[in-house]
């Protein structure tokens, strides 16, 4: 019988799709893992149990959690649901605004912040700017463009067909316009149009081809004239699908009625559209046109200018951008959701965005040689953990890329291209993950438990969800602050030490003993598994061969408890130093290699050759795995 050592110094290929359970010849085989549940993979390749969830507030219900930062010391979380924006700060609710967004449209919104305001947009809804004012009060309402001498600077388009044309009855004050074909609707009330490029606002409608306006310029004349036009954004066709700043200027992306249209706006100045002369610091408009639907999606202020469409990826270029040297090129032909918005992010210069079909999360990047653009799938390995993501953003500090999946679960991706390391892993909570927002260097989650929703925060000082913790200086065994899980039953950490899981009862808990500091909240379990073993010089698998696992050495690193399977079930791995016994007092704290034989026979070589699962609310870390193992033919 042979003698086989196999070691895995690091998992920065993550959990691996277990439709790759054959290629033992690939790299990410040897740096990969079976399972992969509730940890997180650092960028040198050692991983933890993931951090906990500190409850921070109750929400109103299904929705999408935004950050507002206006500057290092000025960070707020921003909760939108039905009806309501709740503006929090330092995990405290300070103000709530009310807003026309329904659950349904909540999924679809789209927003974009300059200095103290945030623009957000719905094709269905008018544009919005919340701002914060010096009092620190918060304040919702609709965008102005800019207006001079009764002109109203913002896009207009001519819906009607080339012929149609629309006849004034005057040239001044309330006039009577005449459409030759049907045009007008209820909607139009309120309106701006241009005829001859003089502009009028409609006061009333009579029927479709008759509408009562009032002159802001004096016109032209009385003849009938095909030269007209009315704003592009309406009640009538729809508001902005999308968008963003960039160059100096506000990037509108696509509406309900022109989902293929791009404006900009004036240089430094954000809320003026006038075309003028096409002078290199006046608007821009034109329209995406290809050989297939172009449905703007998002619109991304990166290296370049980035369009993101229902079927593919543009970029506009231009140094800087003007009416004269714009420039429109298609790079790739992905697609991205139209179902829904889930925002792009940029991850060390390269944009991050959701496959239309919504299996991949794709990063689209400039190449320099090629002068274009690419997007590569960084799913490819882990293709059934991305299964229709709904939100998604990045935690720079840690390098995680976090997305919320459309069936509740939450995948991790440990993104450090510089070293190459693409790891997958994924998140599970008792219930479900709704919507995640990097705020202030803090990752937010909003979750919803048996109907419930709530704001948690990603808490590496706890190992529990939805939790809370306390201290005092004089030692108690009730402990308040857990209404939020009234009825349920907690796990409990009293002075660094396991408890009894304990129910709650009047929002409290009630301990064995006294403790001077405690966290409580739901348990969750992290699971670690290899990928079936592998057999060096065998180009493969250990695929027909009869393994017998012998021993497995885990260098571990400030870990408190392991729950290890080698072949006879999980067990729990001790750790003892000077007596202390890990369920009497303070468990202590291993660094350091810790070696466990093995037992039984393998057949086939499909089985992981060891399994750690666990969720004592314990720290636990694993660097590097030395397998021995015996293999018979």
């Known amino acids: 019988m042979a003698h086989v050592r196999a070691t895995k110094t690091n998992f920065t290929a993550g959990e691996v799709s277990p439709w790759l359970a054959g290629r033992a010849d690939l790299r990410a085989f040897e740096n990969g893992a079976g399972r992969l549940r509730n940890v997180f993979i650092h960028p040198g ?51 709530t605004v009310a807003t026309p967004w329904t659950t349904a449209q909540i999924g679809q919104v789209v927003w974009t912040q300059s200095a103290d305001t945030l623009l957000v947009v719905h094709p269905d809804v008018p544009p919005k700017r919340l701002t914060r004012n010096a009092g620190g009060t918060w304040l919702l309402e609709d965008w102005s463009f800019h207006e001079k001498d009764g002109r109203v600077y913002q896009p207009h388009h ?11 009855s005057a040239t001044t004050g309330t006039v009577t316009l005449t459409a030759s074909a049907d045009h007008f609707t209820a909607d139009h009330v309120g309106g701006r149009m241009r005829l001859q490029d003089k502009e009028v606002e409609i006061t009333a409608v009579t029927n479709a081809t008759t509408a009562t306006a009032l002159v802001k310029e004096t016109l032209v004349d009385t003849t009938a004239s095909a030269d007209w036009e009315e704003q592009a954004l309406s009640a009538v066709r729809g508001w902005p699908t999308s968008v963003c700043f960039h160059q100096d200027r506000l990037v509108i992306g696509g509406s ?10 004036k240089s430094a100045d954000l809320f003026n559209f006038d075309l003028g002369e096409g002078l290199d610091d006046e608007s821009i408009e034109f329209a995406i046109l290809s050989d297939q639907v172009n449905a703007i999606r998002a619109v991304f202020s990166g290296r370049h200018l980035q369009v993101f469409t229902s079927g593919a990826e543009w970029m506009v270029s231009g140094a800087p951008l003007t009416p004269v040297n714009l420039q429109l090129n298609r790079q790739t032909r992905i697609g991205s959701p139209v179902d829904r918005s889930v925002p792009p992010r940029d991850v060390d210069g390269a944009t991050l965005f959701v496959s239309r079909g919504g299996t ?10 090629e002068q274009a653009y690419q997007a590569s799938d960084l799913a490819m390995l882990a293709q059934h953990l ?19 999946m459309a069936d509740g679960s939450l995948a991790t991706l440990t993104v450090f291209r510089a070293e190459k390391v693409t790891a997958w892993t994924r998140q599970e909570t008792d219930g479900v993950f709704r919507s995640v927002c990097v705020a202030g260097g803090d990752t937010y989650v909003l979750t919803e438990r048996n109907g ?99 021993s497995v050495t885990l260098r571990l690193r400030e870990t408190t408890a392991l729950f290890l399977d080698v072949g006879r079930g999980l067990s729990q791995v001790p750790f003892k130093r000077f007596g202390a016994d890990l369920l009497d007092a303070p468990p202590p704290t291993f660094t350091g290699d810790r070696k466990v034989r093995a037992f039984g026979w393998r057949e086939g070589g499909t089985d992981p050759l060891w399994r750690i699962r666990q969720d004592t609310p314990l720290p636990f870390h694993l660097l590097s795995v030395v397998s021995e193992v015996g293999v018979n033919g």
């Open 158 to 168: 001519k819906f009607a067909d080339d012929d149609v044309t629309l006849q004034p």
């Open 452 to 550: 419930a929703h709530a704001i948690e925060r990603f808490d590496p000082d706890l190992d529990v969800d939805a939790g809370m913790t306390g201290t005092t200086d004089t030692p108690a065994d009730t402990w308040t602050g857990l209404d939020h899980l009234e009825g349920r039953t907690v796990k409990v950490v009293a002075d660094g030490a396991v408890q009894a899981d304990a129910a709650v009862s009047g929002g409290a808990v009630t301990l064995d003993k006294t403790a001077g500091a405690v966290q409580a909240g739901l348990a969750f379990t992290h699971e670690v598994e290899p990928l079936p073993p592998a057999v060096p010089g065998d180009g493969g698998a250990a695929m027909g061969l009869r393994l017998r696992p012998i």
């Open 45 to 95: 390749g050692g991983l933890s149990r993931r951090d906990g969830l500190r409850h921070v507030d109750t929400a109103r219900g299904d929705g999408r959690l935004v950050a507002f930062e206006f500057n290092t010391e000025q960070v707020y979380l921003l909760a939108f649901t039905d009806g309501f924006v709740d503006i929090l700060a330092d995990d405290a609710l300070v103000d």
């Open 386 to 404: 991305v299964v229709d993501p709904r939100d998604q953003d990045y935690d720079n500090r840690r390098r995680l890329f976090h997305l919320v």
């Open 360 to 369: 991949e999360l794709r990063e689209f990047l400039f190449a320099d040689v």
């Open 256 to 265: 309900r009625d022109l989902p293929n249209r791009l404006w900009l706006s």
